[in-house]
């Protein structure tokens, strides 16, 4: 067993650390404030291969390995995790699956400009009433000959404003339950279809996220991912992949939330002494060390395991739950360690406070994972 990385991997992860302080620090505060999504930070991490880092350079991707693509995240994270986010689902939730199940037409028309970066994607699973229930879609595509019909409203759909392309899931037999469910290539100027409301959230306001509005929407039948009926199984696949992107960039949120609570600590002074001097501090300090490098060896299994080919549900709903849960308590203690400065914007751990609320919720709550993992253990 090896726990070094390789020079190559390095590499990555420093471009990215030296890309999120240069590009995406300076004005992060205001972008979150003003709930700004970060057009020419996405647009250079295009250019640098970050927004289809796993796909083959053949389609326009870096053909990079998952190990990387957590590096990165992570980085990236560290900074600006609404950046984070938007990377994260342009990979995992869209290229990814478009180039494992995506025909070659497919693969030419949609997955090059994705994966090199040249236009967003999203993935549109959530509605109103199917959340963490993924089953219960009530968006319907009708076939209708040489097209499907569609209509249904989706909800909270992360790049939902500024994407060009959209993976939307929808139920095509209602008879047939979650085998009668599909995903489709959407394009954005297709008659019909509407960006709704753009939501106005606790964290990652820098992100976008919108309600899709579907109306009379006709779908080539060319564009639909698979055989019928492979919609849902094509969407807890892809999720399986995202929770690792996910459990990055919380894994990040809590890396950039410590760094910052460690540099504090050793310049702030209280009761005559570095406060990091004061065994309160130094133990918090502590364990947010310790779960950070316990949240890398989950994720970083995960990753691999995906890298080899082998079956990564369980350790990407543990790297998932377990980033996700200790980026909550991280941040919250990094607020707390930073006392009132922790409480105004100019510190950042406020914010990542903030952030980390959306790594327990979206790709399936905590509790979804842990559905997922208990399955897994309880299992003959
Ligand atoms: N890979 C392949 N197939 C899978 C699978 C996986 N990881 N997980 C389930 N399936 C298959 C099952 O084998 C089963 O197929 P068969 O009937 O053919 O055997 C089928 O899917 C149904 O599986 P379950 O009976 O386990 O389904 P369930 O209704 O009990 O639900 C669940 C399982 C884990 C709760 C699932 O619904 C789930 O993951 N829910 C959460 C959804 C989610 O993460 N939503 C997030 C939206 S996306 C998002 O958040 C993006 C963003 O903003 C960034």
Request: overall charge negative; charged content about 25%; some cysteine.
């Amino acid at each position: 067993m090896n726990f070094q990385l390789s020079e190559e991997h390095i590499m990555i992860r420093d471009a990215a650390r030296d890309f999120a302080k240069a590009e995406l620090l300076p004005g992060v505060i205001e972008r979150d404030e003003n709930q700004t999504f970060p057009h020419e930070q996405i647009k250079k991490m295009g250019e640098m291969g970050f927004m289809g880092m796993m796909v083959a350079p053949e389609y326009g991707g870096g053909g990079m390995d998952t190990i990387s693509y957590v590096l990165a995240i992570e980085e990236i994270s560290k900074i600006d995790a609404s950046a984070g986010v938007a990377m994260s689902a342009n990979n995992s939730l869209v290229c990814w699956g478009l180039e494992k199940y995506g025909t070659e037409a497919q693969k030419q028309k949609y997955l090059k400009p994705l994966a090199s970066g040249e236009v967003l994607g999203a993935f549109c699973l959530s509605e109103p009433e199917a959340g963490s229930d993924a089953t219960s879609q009530k968006t319907t595509a009708i076939d209708k000959g040489d097209y499907y019909e569609l209509n249904g409203v989706k909800n909270w759909i992360t790049n939902g404003g500024n994407a060009s392309i959209y993976l939307v899931i929808a139920q095509t037999d209602v008879s047939k339950a979650h085998k009668g469910i599909n995903v489709f290539i959407v394009e954005k100027d297709t008659p019909g279809f509407k960006i709704g409301k753009k939501e106005n959230k606790l964290g990652i306001r820098g992100s976008d996220t919108h309600s899709l509005l579907f109306t009379d929407v006709k779908v080539p039948k060319e564009n639909r991912i698979g055989d019928d009926g492979f919609g849902f199984r094509f969407a807890m696949e892809t999720l399986s992949g995202g929770r690792i992107g996910i459990a990055a960039q919380a894994l990040g949120i809590s890396g950039g939330a410590y760094e910052l609570s460690l540099q504090y600590s050793k310049e702030r002074k209280a009761f005559g002494k570095e406060i990091s001097k004061h065994q309160a501090i130094a133990f918090k300090l502590a364990d947010m060390a310790t779960e950070i490098e316990a949240g890398r060896f989950l994720c970083m299994k995960a990753a691999w395991e995906k890298d080899q080919g082998l079956n990564y549900d369980l350790s990407s709903s543990m790297a998932k739950l377990y980033c996700a849960d200790t980026c909550m308590k991280i941040t919250t203690e990094a607020v707390q360690i930073h006392g009132g400065y922790g409480f105004v914007k100019e510190y950042h751990v406020e914010r990542m406070m903030r952030d980390a609320k959306i790594t327990q919720i979206y790709e399936g709550t905590s509790e979804i994972q842990k559905i997922v993992i208990s399955r897994a253990v309880l299992k003959d």
